[in-house]
């Protein structure tokens, strides 16, 4: 089945060490997100990838950065995390803009 | 830009009774609209959507929702809820025909119980 898969689904980070989370997809779509979400909230767009093209939310901290190497995978860097970074990131992924968007199961980060 | 609100925050039902979750928007051009759901520790999964056409949606698991513009309303409803439908429920709309992102309500938690 297509799909979109985050790995891994648990993170422990040290404060301040970068750490990097992976979402993958199967259905080869343009658009790729990235959420992040917060205990009984809903999910925050931090940015996302038209094709090659990076689009930057604009209270996005600088923190927060992304790769998107093809068309399959996109990566979330946190360069520095802090303990309010602790929270659901989710990764989803649309044909185009605007079109119903596909999620992935999430990473969970905890940061200690 | 475009505005979701849902009223509710919990909502609280005995098994195999009706429910509804109530969705408002608010935009001044087309809009596209969602029901995603979640349960604990996953990601969102479509309920259904509105895009054009009929404004009575059928999704999964036996969801519907009904595109109202003049109240500017998507409200989702079960005729028989199940324990496992307890979850989060969000509704986010988006603006047709632009680049504009998805904009989530605040969830509303559907809770089933015997």
């Known amino acids: 089945d297509a799909m979109v898969i985050q790995n891994p689904r648990y993170q422990v980070t040290q404060f301040g060490k970068p750490v990097t989370l992976s979402c993958s997809q199967t259905?080869?779509?343009?658009?790729m997100y990235w959420y992040q979400q917060k205990s009984s909230q809903a999910p925050k767009l931090l940015f996302h990838?038209?094709?090659?093209?990076?689009?930057n939310e604009a209270d996005t901290p600088d923190n927060f950065q992304s790769r998107r190497p093809n068309t399959s995978f996109c990566f979330l860097d946190i360069r520095s995390p802090g303990l309010g970074d602790a929270a659901m990131y989710l990764c989803?992924?649309?044909?185009?803009?605007?079109?119903?968007?596909?999620f992935g199961p999430g990473t969970r980060l905890l940061v200690l | 830009a475009q505005s979701v609100t849902q009223l509710d925050s919990q909502v609280p039902v005995f098994e195999e009774a009706p429910v509804e979750l109530r969705c408002n928007y608010s935009s001044s051009v087309s809009v596209y609209l969602f029901w995603y759901v979640q349960y604990p520790n996953q990601g969102l999964q479509l309920l259904l959507k509105y895009l054009s056409g009929s404004t009575l949606v059928k999704g999964i698991n036996g969801f519907e929702a009904e595109f109202n513009k003049s109240q500017t309303s998507f409200h989702l409803r079960k005729p028989s809820v199940h324990i496992s439908d307890t979850a989060e429920y969000f509704c986010?709309?988006?603006?047709?025909?632009?680049?504009?992102?998805?904009?989530f309500g605040t969830g509303t938690r559907l809770q089933v119980t015997l």
């Open positions: 990838y038209y094709d090659k093209d990076f689009n």
């Open positions: 989803a992924t649309s044909r185009d803009r605007p079109e119903t968007q596909y």
């Open positions: 259905l080869n779509h343009n658009v």
């Open positions: 986010a709309v988006t603006l047709a025909g632009t680049a504009s992102k998805l904009t």
